[in-house]
Nanobody, 128 residues
Framework: QVQLVESGGDSVQAGGSLRLSCAAS????????MAWFRQAPGKEREGVAA????????YYADSVKGRFTISQDNAKNTVYLRMNSLKPEDTAMYYC?????????????????????WGQGTQVTVSS
């Protein structure tokens, strides 16, 4: 089993920055990919960034490329999402997800069913 706990969500003005954190515990050695998804009211959950935990390769959805950065601290079993130049359309609940299915990270925006562990979410609100 893997447990994921997100933190760092907040309300910011457009153009601002936030850093989300996702702390993993349990059988973390089994994780091959970690990702950040987001879901706005009335919309489907979409993947915005992912990282191969073994090799460190990163992947981004077009909507956040150049603005968001995913990174990991293996010593802390923590994945981060640095979000710069935030826009009102970035407003959503952000979820951390982990896959233990093996292989490389699924292509973004991804399918939530490709990840088998989820955190509880952290809210990001961007005002104009």
């Amino acid at each position: 089993q893997v447990q994921l706990v997100e933190s760092g969500g907040d309300s910011v003005q457009a153009g601002g920055s936030l850093r989300l954190s996702c702390a993993a515990s349990g059988y973390t050695y089994s994780i091959n990919c970690m990702a950040w998804f987001r879901q706005a009211p009335g919309k489907e959950r979409e993947g915005v960034a992912a990282i191969d935990t073994g090799g460190g390769s990163t992947y981004y959805a077009d909507s956040v490329k150049g603005r968001f950065t995913i990174s990991q601290d293996n010593a802390k079993n923590t994945v981060y999402l640095r979000m710069n130049s935030l826009k009102p359309e970035d407003t959503a609940m952000y979820y951390c997800a982990a896959s233990t299915y093996g292989g490389s990270c699924p292509l973004l925006p991804g399918n939530p069913y490709e990840y088998n562990y989820w955190g509880q979410g952290t809210q990001v609100t961007v005002s104009s």
